[in-house]
């Protein structure tokens, strides 16, 4: 790991840890109370130390790494790792000032899936205006801000770039701290935002385009994953069906399923569990994609019509097929969150809460199926609301905030950074350790790691500290 003086180095490096021991930190500005906003306060302070800075926080609660809600901390989360473009501002004890997303919509429609260098060009174009919307709804400048949140990893390298390459300059211009957020433990944290109860160690099942994580929550940066997807993730599948099923992909493929599947059967066409065999906490999702794409064809249904222009006949078997694909890939869910909830309990008894999280938790139909599962457990369900299942700029701040408040950040990037500044971006980067019971022998090369998992980068830190 590189050493604190970063300042030189032009690389985001969150976990290198600056740490709230050191005493050799460059000077820099950290906070900055939210009054400030109110009330103009100029000059700005100059904290030398972390740690002394952090005293002059207004914090009133500390339960070991669970929440210190009472502070002045103000916060710019940025979101680029996929396909919306989003960013929000929020301040120390929660309250959110104000959230943008851009979604790429329309390209989505005309391409059926996220085409990256496509995505990245649409990050481009609308990164300044979706952070300054964000800004100027907060009532607030770059200069009133705390520090800057963004996301590294995982994701499409190209669209990650297009997020840091932002937040660093802003970090920069303002001498501000930058935050570098796991995407999947931000899906996770935004829950303790939602809910003020809720405190490690618990249980997220997080489940979006890319990813389908069974995880327990340890603490902050320490998570122990019990399952995972052998190939796709739930979201793929209701994106890949609906496309199929020629619907109206401008909102996403999910949203799309979700609506028609209410007005269809889900009895009607037999598909099957995915690795009903398997006894683990994994998930597959590519067999029961082409279980729908053979009923689609064994139905002459031509994708190539759209559905609004389907006769009556056609859109009854397309929301019939809907309908039950939903319901067997909410099983799946289902059935791995019943025996991830024995396995958790057994490894932390004092769970309480599953949180679940990701684009696809904002669907009801998931929601209300995930909460008869945990009710029959005798846990709590914590679901975000939909706007911040989905990809948003909420959960980053707030995770940037988490990890701020524990000193894991790093200073203000150089100003004049050279061309070929090499960033660090995770485009794969899991996110906990494996459960030895969870590894799964379907598991396929596709698991290889690129990068060390964010718990044995915080674990490797804080036996540095130590
Ligand atoms: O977390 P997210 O916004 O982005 C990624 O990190 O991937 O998740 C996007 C996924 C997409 O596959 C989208 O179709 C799915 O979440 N999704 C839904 C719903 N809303 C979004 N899936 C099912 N039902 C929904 N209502
Ligand atoms: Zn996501």
């Known amino acids: 790991m590189a050493s604190l003086g970063l300042t030189l180095s032009c690389t985001i490096s969150r976990l290198n840890l600056m740490s709230e021991l050191s005493h050799n930190l460059p000077t820099i500005r950290v906070f900055k109370a939210l009054s400030s906003r109110l009330t103009p306060q100029k000059p ?71 085409a990256p ?10 990164i300044d205006q979706v952070v300054q919307d964000a800004l100027d709804k907060a009532n607030l400048a770059e200069a009133d801000l705390s520090a800057v949140a963004v996301t590294i990893g995982p994701g499409l390298s190209l669209c990650l770039r297009v997020g840091v390459q932002k937040a660093r300059k802003i970090a920069a211009t303002y001498q501000l701290p ?3 957020v796991h995407h999947m433990e931000a899906h996770a944290l935004v829950a303790r935002l939602c809910d003020r109860d809720l405190q490690f160690p618990f249980m997220a099942l997080l489940i979006s385009g890319g990813h389908n994580l069974l995880v327990l929550a340890r603490d902050l940066g320490h998570y122990l994953q019990l399952g995972t997807t052998i190939d796709d993730a739930i979201g793929e599948a209701y994106d890949k069906s609906a496309k199929w099923l020629g619907l109206d992909l401008r909102r996403s493929g999910g949203p799309a399923i979700e609506e028609l599947a209410r007005q269809g059967d889900a009895q009607s066409v037999t598909f099957s569990v995915p690795m009903k065999q398997h006894k683990d906490c994994n998930f597959s999702y590519a067999g029961l994609k082409t279980q729908v794409k053979l009923a689609i064809e064994s139905k002459n249904i031509d994708a190539g019509i759209p559905f609004s222009s389907a006769s009556i006949e056609d859109q009854r078997l397309r929301a019939d097929i809907a309908a039950s694909f939903q319901r ?11 025996r991830a909830i024995q396995w958790a309990l057994e490894i932390e008894p004092s769970i309480k809460h599953l949180v679940v999280s990701g684009g696809v938790a904002s669907n009801q139909y998931v929601r209300a199926r995930l909460h008869e599962v945990v009710a029959r457990n005798s846990l709590q369900l914590v679901c975000p609301p939909p706007s911040l299942c989905t990809d948003n700029g909420v959960m980053i701040a707030w995770t940037g905030i988490e990890n701020f ?13 050279p061309e070929d500044c090499q960033l660090d971006l995770r ?22 790691r690129i990068h060390p998992s964010l718990t044995a980068l915080t674990q490797a830190s804080q036996c540095q500290k130590s």
Request: hydrophobic share 40%.
């Open 44 to 114: 700005l302070h100059h904290h030398r130390l972390f740690k002394s800075s952090f005293s002059t926080l207004n914090c009133s609660k500390t339960l070991g790494s669970n929440l210190v809600f009472y502070d002045n901390l103000v916060v710019l989360g940025i979101e680029t790792s996929c396909d919306d473009t989003a960013a929000a501002v929020v301040r120390g004890d929660g309250e959110i000032l104000s959230q943008v997303v851009s979604s790429q919509a329309d390209l989505l429609a005309r391409y059926g899936g996220v």
């Open 117 to 126: 260098k496509m995505a990245e060009e649409a990050h481009s174009q609308v």
């Open 178 to 180: 930058i935050v570098g």
């Open 328 to 338: 067997v890939a909410v099983l799946h869910l289902e059935e791995r969150c019943e």
């Open 405 to 417: 408040r524990l000193g894991r950040f790093d200073p203000p990037p150089p100003a004049i950074e």
């Open 427 to 448: 485009p794969r980067w899991p996110l906990g350790e494996e459960y030895e019971r969870g590894r799964s022998i379907a598991r396929s090369m596709r698991t290889a």
